[in-house]
Structures are given as C-alpha cells and as structure tokens.
C-alpha cells in the first residue's frame, strides 16, 4: 500500500477522526483478525472505543501514523476477538501471572488463543470507570493493593472475556497481589492448573560460593542455579501435556515454528526500542511504546496479525529516523521507567512535561528476551523465562538501566508504584538508591481520575531537576 | 555472633538452624518505633512486620552470623535482599514452592543443609541432626502440654501467658516451656485466631482481646502454630517430608489450610474466629470473604499496624463481636 506520509505528532482523538475519513475503505477491509474478512475488520477510528467506553482516549493523544491507529483498532478490539474466537470453536486459554512464556506454548496448538486478564489493569483507566474496582471491593479485596485485583471482577461478572476454556495460573517467586488475585478466582469454581515459577537466586544470597558447574548466565548476565531450568522445563512438559489433552494434537514441531515467529516479533520490538532510544528525535511517543512491549506477551490474542502489525510501525519508525523526524522535541530529556503505570495517561504527561522515554523495565523483561532456537524448545522456554523481571532481585531488575545511567543515556529514572503492591513497596527505596546517579521521582498511580495538581507539580520539579 | 536469624515462615527447618551452634532468632518483631528505622529502606506501605524486622536487623546487626530466609510471602523475600545490602549479613534465600513441588523444597533442604555445614564448619551428621530433631521434638512436646491447656474446655490458659512463653521459645531459648503455669480457668466465650503472624511485642493486642474473649487456639506462626510440627523420624529426609506438608494460606491451592482450620475450630470446640490482619498483608487480607463463607462462624477482622492508635476503635469493635456471639449462640444471627 502506497501510503501518505504525514509530519509525525501527536493528535487528539477528534483529529484522528478527521484523519480517518480519508483512508479508503479498501485499505479499511485489507486488515482482519483470525484472517476472517467476514467479521474480522478491526481498523476503525479510537472514537469508536470512545464511544463504545473508553472515555480516557478524549484525554489522550495519539501518534498520527497509519500504522499506529491500526494498533489502537487491534489491541482494543480484543474483547470482540477473545467472543469471537470462543464463537469460531477456537480454544480460549487464560494464562495468567507468568507474563509472556505460556503464551508460546499455547501458540504451539491449533485454534488455541492465550490471553493474560491481568492486562485488564488499564481497563478502569481507558474506560475512567471505577466499577471493576468497586466490584473487587464489593467482593472483599483489600483497596490498598495491585491494580490487577480488577480481574477478580471481569471473572466475576463473565463479560469482560470469554470463559476459558484452560486458566494457567503462574505463582511462586513472584508477586503476592497477583497469587491472591489467581486463589480468589479459582475459590470461585474456575479450575486452575497452576504453575510453579522458581526463585532466581543469585550468588548474593547463599552463605557461600556456588560451584561453578552449579550455576549458569542467561542472555541477560544473571548467574542462576541451573536447577531451576530443569523445574521450569517439567513445569512446561505438564503444561505441554495438558494443551495436548485439551486439543488432542501432539506436535513438537509447530513449537520449533512458534518460537521462531516469536523471536521474530522479539526482535522487531527490540529494534523498534533501540531506534527510540538511540534517535535524535524520539520517532514514536512512550504509550505507543508501551502498547508494541505489552503485544510481547500474547500478541494481544492474533499472534499472526499483531506480528504483521509490529512490522509496520518498525519499517514507520526506520523511516523516521532516517529522515529525522519523530514526535517528541529535540531537547527533551531522556529518562527510564520502572513499572509500569496502570494509567496511560501519565505516559502522555510526562512527555507533554518535557521528557523522553529510552529505557523501561516494565516487569515483562522475560517476553522481551529472545528464546534460544539451537536447544530442545522447552529448554529455550525455561532459559529465556529465567530472565524474568521479578523473580530475582532488584538490583538484577535495574542493571541495564544503570549501565545506561552510567554511559549518561539516562538523565532521570520515574518509578511509577500500586499503593501496598508487595514488590513496590519492598523495591522503590532499593532502586532509588541503586540508581542514585541520577534523580529519581517514585509516584503511586492513584484510581481513574486521581491524577491531580499535585503529581503534575511533582513531575514538574522532576523535569527541572534534570534538565 | 550468637544468632542464626530466620525469617517467620515455618517452612525453614529450625533443628537445621540449632545443628549449627547457635541461637536461631526468628524475626517477628512488631515494635512501630523498629518499623521507623525500617522505613528508611522500605516504602511506609511495606508490611508493619517486615518494616520492624529490618530495624531489628539494623539495630543489632552484630549479634547475627547469618539468617535463612525464604520466598514464602513476596516482601518476606525482598526483606533479606534489603537486609543483605544494607548490613552485610549473609543471607540465604530458600527458594519455597507456592504449589505443590515436593521436588524443589527437597533440592533446597539439601542445598541449605550444605551451605550451613560450610559456612559453619560443621558435618551435619546423623547423629547431629537426630539429636536436634529430639532435642526440638522434646521442646515442642512441653509446648503442646501447655497448650493443651489453652485449648481444654474450660480454659485454664490465657494466650496471653502462652504468648510470653513461646516468645522466648523463638528467640531461642529453649529452656521455660517446662516451668509452671498459672492457673487462669475462663468461661469467656472461646475464640480461634488466624491471620498475620503475632509479633513479640504483640502483648497488649493478646491482651486486649482476652479482657472479654478467652483465645482457645489459633494457627499464627507468631503463636502455636510451629509447636505442632511434628517430625516423626529424626533425619533430613523426615524434616523435608513434616515441614513441606505444612498447611499454609500461601500455598496454591491453599486448600489444605481451609481444611485443617476446619478441623481445629471444631476440636477447640471455638465460637467465633479472629483474624488479625496487618496492613498490606495480602496473604490473608484477600482471604477473609472467603473464610466468611466457608468456616460459617461470626469473625471479626481486626487489622492493625502495630501502633495500637486505633486500640479504642478495637475494644468498641471486640465489644460488638462479642454480641455477634451471643446472638450466634441463640441462634438470632
């Protein structure tokens, strides 16, 4: 498709509706999920989400690239996608806690599509709605925690997603918010098929020296006990032989495949990521960003289609940078992220306020790290999991920001915090320290509406302190 | 150095932390000036246990050769990385399946078994490890006799008294669970207690309760509830199989908890549960709809910080659960 190019910024909604009319309904129909053209055109104006509940996108802007607004139309068609797979006989498999192996695994079976209801956190945001959480309330979750308590609600009111067909449900070394939420829907008479996910010990905390045969380094350079790869490849092997019970189709090979179409997608981002943080302008803004990370983690339920998608947004951004444009100012001032925030609109703030994101840790690093393609494939899986961002330690979660912050791409670190979240009440201290080179602002999201004067202010004096 | 240091997770082998020579001190301070000095390292919303264990640590970080922990709750396992940054000490984190992995619990006795016999020099031995496990067995046998008390009906032990004398048993004494007890028969109305662990300085909050309810058990690891460890045969491998198969509210499923409660309510003959909850304790926080529902006794949630500011609101609040009982009994509620 031969496509105008226009000056990148970004646009309010309205503006992105006055830009639609203009895209000819043969482009319109060219894009379809599960390749169905009967019912599968998702690439419509956010308006219609709008319309449809999302009110926070009246608040938000948007890249004005054909290729973003053909993201926004997929990833918030997923609900339909998820109903619609369901009504097509396709299995529908919740994966919830892992954060973006399982979902490879599920990938490897036909007519199987994984989903993380976790990501419904941005739900009560997008829709500024605090029903889910008043739900969670209702049903007796404690306020101060985890925003993802919200899928108790979705799994109680059974309209948020499909029933699942198969709930693997990933605990251990992780957070605690997240094992309550999983032990609340399965008290509820959801069937879990629960996965263990080991502790990532490093040498700092054992009372003496591992044998070097003991331990092994992943991609990342996190020494690890090798046994652990050995329990994730077990946990995976049940996990393999479950979806083989559930589908009655045995094929190691369509695994090999997957990962391969996985790492392809890995690498796009990672690209995509680089080009971000390394141009002179910053080509794409921080919530797109955000959104291309996230599809890492199940393809937002069309692997093949949001594949597609990530291809066009790199070949967009190659294309800004080579002839340097982009949608931020020169002089805005680079800075990383840690967690992520539940409300997106802070991403547009902080860039409205005078920064640039080059380099987050959204606590999804292990969807982030290519998986091995030379190794038995469930063995990949379990050495590209052990990168994961929370089941090692802090310091393991910022060194790449550090490095960062010492070859001064990093001029100021935002931490963005879940009132009584286990790993951030425990962490934000630790990773202000460790990241002391360069001001650091921590900030709890508060609920829909609550971003007010004063964290404005706040993000202010952060961005004078570092410029 | 006279303690091993061990976080309040029962799932670490305490006659593996007496093989060693010294002292093992659980951490289960509650002290709200301790959480001050805690707070410099950890945000204000980090759990009120955790917070005054790290100013415990800090405070006294001399007198610790190392502590075991374990990654049974989330901040639990963050707190020995905090610790280990700020002062030194060596840790050790077991890594403590939440599902039902009897393999990597058995693999992580082993590999803390080893780590011990070469940070301390010593051999593990058979005969070692069978004369701690009696040594403990004996210990906790004197508890149970005590407790046994707590729990007859009438009661003729307060948790409060209880309370003095295992605190002393977890910060490694192990001599006094013998001595005797006074006599402080009750006909209050009998009450379980769950929840978040009892701290040593939890005194007052026991107290408070038991002005007008008589706590005739409970499952708190603060309380009884590692005096009911039983090892039956004196090895490793007997300490791996009794200390898995403990029953605990962050094991997933966690179903063999709600069924050993179940047990308990009905062997203490109990009228009514209590399950005190500390702030941001998530573990039994989102847990007390369901125990609503499933135990169908009157409970009473009293969450705290350890501050006690809110002790009127607490005594108004124990008052009323007292009425909650009477209306129970006569079948009202």
């Not at chain 1, 690093?365 to 038995?376: S, Y």
């Not at chain 2, 003729?156 to 006599?183: A, I, Q, R, W």
């Not at chain 2, 006909?187 to 939890?202: A, C, Q």
């Not at chain 2, 997933?252 to 003959?269: D, F, H, S």
Request: hydrophobic share 40%; net charge positive; charged share 25%.
């Amino acid at each position: 498709m031969k496509k105008k190019r226009t000056i990148p910024k970004k646009i309010s909604l309205e503006a992105w509706s006055r830009q639609f009319e203009n895209i000819p309904i043969e482009v319109i129909k060219r894009f379809r999920y599960y390749d169905n053209d009967e019912w599968g055109i998702y690439l419509s104006p956010p308006a219609t989400f709008m319309v449809y509940g999302a009110r926070e996108l009246q608040r938000l802007k948007f890249d004005n690239s054909f290729e973003s607004l053909r993201m926004w139309g997929f990833v918030f068609n997923e609900t339909e996608r998820l109903f619609r797979a369901k009504q097509i006989n396709k299995k529908v498999i919740a994966t919830m806690g892992d954060l973006g192996t399982i979902p490879v695994l599920v990938f490897s079976f036909p007519d199987c599509v994984p989903f993380y209801p976790e990501c419904l956190w941005w739900t009560p945001f997008f829709k500024e709605s605090t029903e889910l959480l008043d739900t969670a309330s209702r049903l007796g979750l404690p306020e101060a925690t985890c925003f993802s308590r919200v899928v108790v609600s979705a799994f109680y009111k059974r309209s948020y997603f499909p029933k699942p067909d198969l709930i693997i449900a990933s605990t251990g070394a992780s957070c605690d918010d997240y094992s309550c939420v999983m032990q609340i829907v399965e008290s509820m008479g959801y069937e879990m098929m629960w996965v263990e996910i080991p502790y990532r010990r490093s040498t700092e905390f054992t009372l003496t020296r591992p044998r070097p045969q003991d331990c092994d380094k992943t991609r990342d350079g996190f020494i690890y006990p090798k046994v652990i790869e050995e329990y994730l490849v077990r946990e995976y092997q049940r996990v393999w032989q479950r979806l083989f019970k559930l589908t009655g189709v045995n094929n190691p090979h369509r695994l090999v495949e997957t990962i391969k179409k996985v790492n392809r997608l890995r690498n796009l981002v990672e690209e995509i990521k680089k080009m971000n943080a390394e141009a002179e302008i910053a080509p794409l803004p921080a919530l797109e960003l955000m959104t291309i990370e996230f599809g890492n983690l199940y393809g937002y339920a069309d692997f093949d289609e949001w594949v597609d998608i990530v291809q066009g947004i790199y070949d967009m951004v190659k294309d800004r940078v080579k002839k340097g444009i982009g949608v931020l100012r020169k002089d805005a001032i680079p800075i990383a992220w840690v967690t992520p925030s539940a409300d997106p609109y802070l991403l547009n703030l902080v860039e409205d306020l005078g920064c640039r994101v080059v380099e987050t840790e959204y606590v999804i690093r292990q969807a982030l790290t290519l998986i091995e393609e030379d190794i038995e494939p469930l063995r990949a899986l379990a050495r590209s999991f052990i990168n994961a961002s929370l089941i090692g330690s802090t310091e393991e979660r910022v060194r790449r920001i550090k490095q960062k912050i010492a070859q001064n791409k990093i001029k100021g670190v935002l931490i963005t915090n879940m009132l009584g979240a286990s790993h951030c009440a425990m962490e934000t201290r630790l990773i202000e320290r460790l990241l002391s080179d360069v001001p650091a602002l921590s900030i709890d999201v508060p609920a829909p509406f609550g971003i007010n004067q004063q964290i404005r202010t706040r993000i202010e004096a952060f961005v004078e302190t570092i410029r | 150095m006279e303690l091993i240091g061990y976080t309040c997770c029962s799932y670490i082998p305490i006659e593996l932390l007496s093989a060693t020579g010294l002292k093992p001190y659980r951490l289960m301070h509650g002290d709200p000036l301790l959480s001050l000095i805690g707070e410099r390292l950890v945000r204000v919303d980090a759990c009120p246990l955790i917070k005054s264990n790290i100013g415990f640590v800090l405070e006294n970080k001399k007198r610790f050769a190392c502590i075991i922990g374990s990654t049974g709750c989330d901040m639990e396992r963050r707190m020995l990385e905090i610790i280990r940054t700020a002062t030194g000490i060596p840790v050790h984190i077991l890594n403590n399946p939440r599902t039902d992995n009897f393999e990597i619990f058995n693999n992580e006795i082993d590999l803390l078994v080893r780590e011990l016999e070469q940070f301390f020099h010593r051999k593990f031995d058979k005969s070692l490890v069978q004369k701690e496990c009696e040594r403990w067995k004996k210990v906790r046998e004197q508890f149970q006799e005590i407790d046994a008390k707590r729990r007859s009906n009438p009661s003729t032990l307060s948790t409060t008294t209880f309370h003095k004398m295992v605190t002393n048993l977890y910060k490694g004494n192990l001599e006094g669970g013998g001595s005797d007890t006074p006599d402080e028969m009750t006909y209050k109305p009998r009450v379980y207690l769950l929840g978040s662990p009892i701290s040593y300085e939890s005194g007052p909050f026991i107290d408070l309760i038991e002005k007008r309810l008589r706590i005739c058990g409970d499952y708190n690891c603060g309380l009884s509830r590692d005096i009911y460890t039983n090892v039956s045969e004196p090895t490793i491998e007997g300490l791996k199989k009794t200390y898995y198969n403990l029953p605990y509210i962050f094991k997933r499923p966690n179903i063999t908890y709600y069924e050993w409660i179940e047990k308990e309510l009905k062997l203490t003959k109990s009228t009514g549960i209590i399950v005190s909850v500390l702030d941001y304790c998530d573990n039994f926080d989102f847990e007390i709809s369901r125990m609503e529902k499933r135990f169908k006794l009157p409970i009473l949630k009293l969450k705290s910080d350890f501050s006690f500011q809110n002790q009127s609101q607490m005594k108004v609040r124990i008052d009323a659960f007292i009425e909650v009982l009477a209306s129970y009994r006569s079948g009202v509620v």
